[in-house]
């Protein structure tokens, strides 16, 4: 079945540092990647995503780089503030007929900025 | 997202109990699902729904049951609960299915003793 690793549980960066979170993916015929990031006791919240037929995708300081082949993708933060810190998910999706429901999350990653 | 709502925000139950999470949502969107927040797990699919009357298994259906008589409501039945489905559980729509952004509710955190 689909499966979403997500690298590292937790990270510790000092302010204005950069984080990357990494995921890996199992299924070839995913094709839809958003980043999640989830304050203390809120819902989770769509910061970022890239299609299949994008390679990096930026937002500020944040972006997010895609590699098919190695079925892998990143979120990358730059010059990371105390308010980046949260529980960020990354997830992938299926398209096509009888998929279209399941998008499946990493694990999660905790990320400290220290001021 | 005021747009989808969640009831209740807490509910503790005893086992065995049947209970109901309700989750409903004013944008029309087509898509509805149902997720479940553990430590060390992340957020699983539970079940997704993406029309009325059209409902369909995530990855972890069992114990759960869910309905869609009408677009806007999704409630999730847990008909014997159990200490293992103690958890947060979120509820999400979005406008075109599970690669377009979805908008989660605030969540109800559901305690089995």
């Known amino acids: 079945g689909e499966n979403v690793e997500q690298h590292p549980s937790t990270l510790s960066v000092q302010e204005g540092d950069s984080a990357v979170i990494k995921c890996t993916y199992s299924?070839?015929?995913?094709?839809?990647f958003p980043w999640y990031k989830q304050e203390l006791g809120k819902r989770p919240q769509l910061i970022i995503d890239?299609?299949?037929?994008?390679g990096e995708k930026k937002d500020q300081r944040i972006a997010v780089t895609l590699n098919k082949t190695a079925k892998h993708f990143s979120l990358h933060i730059t010059e990371t503030q105390p308010e980046d810190s949260a529980v960020y998910f990354c997830?992938?999706?299926?398209?096509?007929?009888?998929?279209?429901?399941?998008?499946?999350f990493g694990q999660g990653t905790t990320l400290q900025v220290k001021p | 997202d005021a747009g989808i709502t969640q009831s209740p925000r807490y509910k503790i139950t005893e086992t065995g109990r049947q209970v109901t999470l309700m989750c409903h949502q004013t944008?029309?969107?087509?898509?509805m699902f149902w997720y479940r927040q553990d430590l060390g797990h992340g957020l699983r699919l539970i079940y997704y729904?993406?029309?009325?009357?059209?409902?369909d298994k995530g990855e972890v259906p069992d114990g759960y049951v869910v309905s869609r008589s009408k677009t806007e409501n999704f409630p999730l039945t847990l008909e014997s609960a159990t200490r293992s489905q103690t958890s947060v559980y979120f509820c999400?729509?979005?406008?075109?299915?599970?690669?377009?952004?979805?908008?989660f509710g605030n969540g109800t955190r559901l305690t089995v003793t």
């Open positions: 999400a729509s979005s406008f075109q299915g599970a690669d377009s952004p979805l908008h």
């Open positions: 890239i299609r299949s037929n994008v």
């Open positions: 997830a992938a999706s299926k398209g096509g007929s009888g998929n279209t429901g399941k998008l499946i």
């Open positions: 299924d070839s015929a995913s094709n839809y």
């Open positions: 729904s993406a029309a009325a009357d059209i409902t």
């Open positions: 944008w029309s969107h087509s898509y």
